[in-house]
């Protein structure tokens, strides 16, 4: 059964950073993509950055040239390096993983920007 485990989020005070770190583990397969969404409270889940399996990445208007996705050392891992965070970045962000044409999500781990 394939598991997504984030970790990384807390309470940061606006211009500060975070790194986020999400570990996939059941299979023996390699993630096709994997990325990071956020959902505010009242707000759909967007798509932060994702990352495919040859490097490519994508990013939302709102956090380039802050965030960084990269793969994790780990296989089935991904990591997202937040700087200069303004409060409207507030939100649960959600760890993503596309295998085999399915979607798989973790739990969550939330951040708090503070103003």
């Known amino acids: 059964q394939v598991q997504l485990v984030e970790s990384g989020g807390g309470l940061v005070q606006a211009g500060g950073s975070l790194r986020l770190s999400c570990a996939g583990s059941?299979?023996?397969?390699?993630?096709?993509?994997m990325g990071w969404y956020r959902q505010a409270p009242g707000k759909q889940r967007e798509l932060v950055a994702d990352i495919t399996g040859r490097g490519s990445t994508n990013y939302a208007d709102s956090v380039k040239g802050r965030f960084t996705i990269s793969r994790g050392n780990a296989k089935n891992a991904v990591n997202l390096q937040m700087n200069s965070l303004k409060p409207e970045d507030t939100a649960v962000y959600y760890c993503r993983a596309l295998l085999a044409g399915i979607d798989y999500w973790g739990k969550g781990t939330l951040v708090t920007v503070s103003s």
């Open positions: 059941g299979t023996v397969f390699s993630f096709a993509a």
